[in-house]
């Protein structure tokens, strides 16, 4: 699962974006990433499969 934060604003305008991959977490903390994800409201895209 991929998660971006977007942030942007302010007079500059500036945005930021951070995105976290939960492959590349230890499984406790990928573990509370689903968690917090699905808390918020906003599940991940459902499995699908390409041929």
Do not use: F, H
Not at 3 to 13: L, N, P
Request: avoid cysteine.
């Amino acid at each position: 699962m991929k998660v971006s934060i977007v942030r942007g604003g302010g007079i500059a305008g500036l945005v930021t974006v951070i995105t976290v991959d939960s492959a590349s977490l230890a499984p406790e903390a990928a573990t509370g990433l689903r968690a917090r994800v699905e808390l918020a409201g906003r599940p991940g895209p459902t499995a699908s499969t390409t041929s």
